[in-house]
């Protein structure tokens, strides 16, 4: 059982343009976390979220936590070849504080 | 402060042998992580320790992996023997908090982790 699927599984887009990635679970997690992973490497952290509704900025990245804390969007601005990578949401989970990760986005900026 | 080793990096064997891979996490902290990444995935859990002790293997192939942490530091994860759909980069990652920490941050580290290929 997948309990946090992220949509879409792949995205080819040219540089310049805009993009959403969706992190979606019924379970709810006392924080969540994006990671970006390059191949041949291990991911690595890009922000966590933590309170419901909560959005953080990371330069043309913007990370949204659902109110309900059950959910997560990662949106980039005018995005670069450089943003080219795997990107991973992992959940804990609140009841047993778990981390559960999705199956991940990944993301190819053409130049 | 370095980072979280793992070696090897790349490991090739035929079926029904045997590999381990060795994992350092970063100095002092607790908990570490054997995470499984098949090829388009993202990590699946293997194993959790809390300094020596484990915390979580309910997703660990127990009839032919293992696991240990000997001293709460170091740790290596062995297959015996190894299956063809055991080809995957092996991934530690370790976090200085308690499992049940106050603190709902639960940052983890990663290793470069270890791709592995049976043949």
């Known amino acids: 059982t997948q309990l946090l699927e992220q949509s879409p599984q792949f995205l080819s887009i040219q540089e310049g343009e805009n993009l959403t990635v969706y992190c979606n679970s019924s379970?709810?997690?006392?924080?969540l976390q994006w990671y970006r992973q390059e191949p041949g490497e291990g991911p690595v952290l890009l922000v966590t979220v933590v309170t419901g509704g909560e959005v953080k900025k990371l330069k043309r990245l913007t990370f949204q936590f659902g109110d309900a804390r059950k959910d997560s969007s990662l949106h980039i601005t005018a995005a670069q070849p450089g943003d080219t990578g795997l990107y991973l949401c992992a959940g804990v989970r609140n009841r047993d504080d778990k981390i559960i990760f999705g199956k991940g986005t990944r993301l190819h900026i053409l130049p | 402060e370095a980072g979280v080793a793992q070696s090897p990096r790349y490991k090739i064997i035929e079926k029904r042998q045997s590999v381990a891979f060795w994992c350092n996490p970063i100095?002092?902290?607790?908990?570490l992580y054997w995470y499984q990444q098949i090829l388009g995935q993202g990590p699946k859990l293997l194993i959790q320790?809390?300094?020596?002790?484990?915390?979580?293997d309910s997703q660990l192939p127990k009839d032919r992996f293992s696991a240990e942490r000997l001293k709460g530091v170091d740790s290596t994860l062995k297959i015996q023997p190894a299956k063809l759909e055991d080809s995957a980069v092996y991934l530690c990652?370790?976090?200085?908090?308690?499992?049940?920490?106050?603190?709902?941050?639960?940052?983890?580290?990663f290793g470069p982790g270890t791709r592995l290929t049976v043949l």
């Open positions: 100095s002092g902290h607790a908990t």
């Open positions: 320790f809390q300094n020596n002790g484990v915390v979580d």
């Open positions: 990652a370790s976090r200085p908090r308690g499992w049940r920490g106050r603190s709902s941050y639960n940052e983890q580290f």
């Open positions: 379970s709810v997690f006392s924080s």
